[in-house]
């Protein structure tokens, strides 16, 4: 049974910096890619970043470039998203999923069919 469990989410001025980690269990790191996207009141889920298990490689969304850092322990089988310049416009429930995306499209949310339960991040102006 895999399961991922989010912490470390909270509550920021604009221009802090915060860490979310996704805990990972009952799967070999190595089978699935590791997302983290991103859903505000009213407005779809949004891929924020994912690595690829293997090679390690790192993919994120236009609008976190260069702020956020996925990166992962492989040895914990947990996964890290560090947030830094946050905007207010990254506030939102932020979820880790894994899975295996197609083509390596993996800012679309139906190709990962593990998810977890999501920690709040608020970023205020």
């Known amino acids: 049974q895999v399961q991922l469990v989010e912490s470390g989410g909270g509550s920021v001025q604009a221009g802090g910096s915060l860490r979310v980690s996704c805990a990972a269990s009952?799967?070999?790191?190595?089978?699935?890619?590791m997302g983290w996207f991103r859903q505000a009141p009213g407005k779809e889920r949004e891929g924020v970043a994912a690595?690829?298990?293997?090679?390690?490689?790192?993919y994120y969304g236009d609008s976190v470039k260069g702020r956020f850092t996925i990166s992962q322990d492989n040895a914990k089988n947990t996964r890290y998203l560090q947030m830094n310049s946050l905007k207010p416009e990254d506030t939102a429930l932020y979820y880790c999923?894994?899975?295996?995306?197609?083509?390596?499209?993996?800012?679309?949310?139906?190709?990962?069919?593990?998810w977890g339960q999501g920690t709040q991040v608020t970023v205020s102006s």
């Open positions: 009952g799967y070999t790191y190595a089978n699935y890619w």
């Open positions: 690595i690829s298990p293997l090679s390690g490689r790192t």
């Open positions: 999923a894994a899975g295996t995306p197609l083509g390596g499209n993996w800012w679309i949310p139906e190709n990962f069919a593990y």
